[in-house]
């Protein structure tokens, strides 16, 4: 038998959530977001199930986009941060991708380009988020350089929220009023503002096009909400070997846990090179065989230890679930410290993936 640390990835549930956002946003484009792998679960598999569905992917990089392109990925391509350095604009030109330019020397480098046709340029706004883009007074200057370059097709303005995952924050609105002075003087440019969290929360940033990732996969960004999402990922493995250990007695390295009673052990082939958080806490939710337990002892590499002691029928080759359909990933996160998106994200390639359709 293989190493069963497995990544269940239903494709199904991505559709429905895709669905969802389309909902939503019934008057939104969907570019659907699958950077970083498709957040752990497979850029090539993630982005054939949507094909159909969506309007465009979205991605960090040439690399990303190349790799789908290669996969027969016939649908628009956004490159997230745009280009670093001038000569990908050949390959850019070869794949027909949509560039974000957020930064001068992008821009720079686009009116000296030798393209076989105009490219498509998503010009981005510094709102608020303070990380990539332009200040809003700096825009209607910039259109007019690209406008006069001749080598771009299509201007899209995007801007990205910084906590728009906090209802209670004023920093979307603040944001959202930083674009509307300039929307009076661009109203004829398209428009993209909504991550996964404005998309569920805030349909003032809904506009032309919405750029879902972390709700695609079933974990919502908005605490103590339903919006209905399905978990894409599985996350599990089995039990390898069992043992008893008696009060007083550690487990694995260190002392981070120390038995208070006798007690029955699962070793779990599941550690941190799989991805797995080593800094998760004592008592983590998991599943053994559909029944509640607890995570004991430090993450080692390659292996864990959780509680059998009260599921006298689970054994040698019991399934445990780390999070997915029964164990919700945003408890996860939360207990370890972290959010969804790195948690999936950090699944190494070692995991198996599996997928259902
Ligand atoms: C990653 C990313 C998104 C998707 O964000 P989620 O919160 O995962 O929905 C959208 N836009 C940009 C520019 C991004 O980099």
Redesign the pocket.
Known sequence: MARPARARIDLDAIRHNARLAQTLAPDSQLMA?V?GNA?GHGAVPVARALADQVDGF?V?CIEEARELRDAGIHNRLLL??GFFTADELDEIDRLRLDV?VHSDYQCHAIEQANLSEPIAVWLKVNTGMNRLGFAPEDIPGLIQRLDRSRLVSERIL?T?LAQA?NPGASTTKDQLARLEKLMDQCSNLPLSIA?????LGWPATHANWI??????FGAN?IADTQPGLKAAMTLESAVIAERRIEPGDTLGYGDHYRANRPMRIGVVALGYADGFPRHAPNGLPVQIDGHDSVLVGRVSMDMLTVDLTDLPDARVGSRVEFWGSNVPIETIALECGTIP?ELVSQITARVTRTYSY
Request: net charge neutral.
């Open positions: 977001i950077k957040y979205g960090a997230l941060e974000t995007i990205h995952d991550n996964s969290p404005g998309v750029r879902p990732g972390m709700m695609l960004p998106y």
